[in-house]
T-cell receptor, first 113, second 113 residues
Framework: KAGVTQTPRYLIKTRGQQVTLSCSPI?????VSWYQQTPGQGLQFLFEYFSETQRNKGNFPGRFSGRQFSNSRSEMNVSTLELGDSALYLC????????????FGPGTRLTVT | TQLLEQSPQFLSIQEGENLTVYCNSS?????LQWYRQEPGEGPVLLVTVVTGGEVKKLKRLTFQFGDARKDSSLHITAAQPGDTGLYLC?????????????FGQGTILTVHP
C-alpha cells in the first residue's frame, strides 16, 4: 500500500506571498491532518479534515486554511507569508475513527525569505 | 489547552545501555501514541496505548500508560545505534478535544556504537 505523499518537498517563498501544499493520503483513509514542525515549537496541530469537512482546528491564525476533496486528497494554503512560517509542514492520514493513529508523509520544507 | 511535557529533551548514550523517556501532562488523554522520526522523514507510529495502566512491548521497547491516563513512558533495553532518532509522544484529547493530537516537544536520542 502506498504511503502518504506530499508535494512539493521543498519550497522557497518571499514574505507576503501565498503558498499551497498538497497531500495524498493512504488509500482508504478518510481523515487528513496537517501539522507544523519547527525547532522551537515542535510539532503543532493545524487542522483535520474528514469527509471534506474540517473536524478539528488548532490555534493558528486564519492565514492558514485547508480543504479536502472527495477523493480525500487535501491541500493546505498559507496566505501573506511571514518569516515565522518557515517550517516543515507534515500531512498525516488516518481512518478517522476511534484511535487517531497518524500515518505521516515526508513533509514539505517551506522557507520564507 | 492540553500540554504534554516530554523529558529528557536530549539523551546521548552508549550502545547496550538502557533508557527511559517520560511524557507527562495534567490532562487526561483518551489514548497516547509514540512516534519515532528520523531526519528528512515524517514521524512513524510505534505504538498506541489506550487503557490506564496498559503496558505494551515492541521487541526491546516497552511502553506504559499511567493509571490516570495522564502520563506515559518509553523504556528501551540494550539500545542500539539504529534506535537513534527523535521520539515523540502524542496525546489524543478527550471531550471536545477528541481527535486533536497534542505532541510533546520530543526527545532526541543518540546511541553511540
Amino acid at each position: 500500500k502506498a504511503g502518504v505523499t506530499q508535494t512539493p518537498r521543498y519550497l522557497i517563498k518571499t514574505r507576503g506571498q501565498q503558498v499551497t501544499l498538497s497531500c495524498s493520503p493512504i488509500s482508504g483513509h478518510r481523515s487528513v491532518s496537517w501539522y507544523q514542525q519547527t525547532p522551537g515549537q515542535g510539532l503543532q496541530f493545524l487542522f483535520e479534515y474528514f469527509s471534506e469537512t474540517q473536524r478539528n482546528k488548532g490555534n493558528f491564525p486564519g492565514r492558514f486554511s485547508g480543504r479536502q476533496f472527495s477523493n480525500s486528497r487535501s491541500e493546505m494554503n498559507v496566505s501573506t507569508l511571514e518569516l515565522g512560517d518557515s517550517a516543515l509542514y507534515l500531512c498525516a492520514s488516518s481512518f478517522g475513527t476511534d484511535l487517531h493513529e497518524q500515518y505521516f508523509g515526508p513533509g514539505t520544507r517551506l522557507t520564507v525569505t | 489547552t492540553q500540554l504534554l511535557e516530554q523529558s529528557p529533551q536530549f539523551l546521548s548514550i552508549q550502545e547496550g545501555e538502557n533508557l527511559t523517556v517520560y511524557c507527562n501532562s495534567s490532562s487526561v488523554f483518551s489514548s497516547l501514541q509514540w512516534y519515532r522520526q528520523e531526519p528528512g522523514e515524517g514521524p512513524v507510529l510505534l505504538v498506541t496505548v489506550v487503557t490506564g495502566g496498559e503496558v505494551k512491548k515492541l521487541k526491546r521497547l516497552t511502553f506504559q500508560f499511567g493509571d490516570a491516563r495522564k502520563d506515559s513512558s518509553l523504556h528501551i533495553t540494550a539500545a542500539q545505534p539504529g534506535d537513534t532518532g527523535l521520539y515523540l509522544c502524542a496525546g489524543d484529547g478527550s471531550g471536545t478535544s477528541y481527535g486533536k493530537l497534542t505532541f510533546g516537544q520530543g526527545t532526541i536520542l543518540t546511541v553511540h556504537p
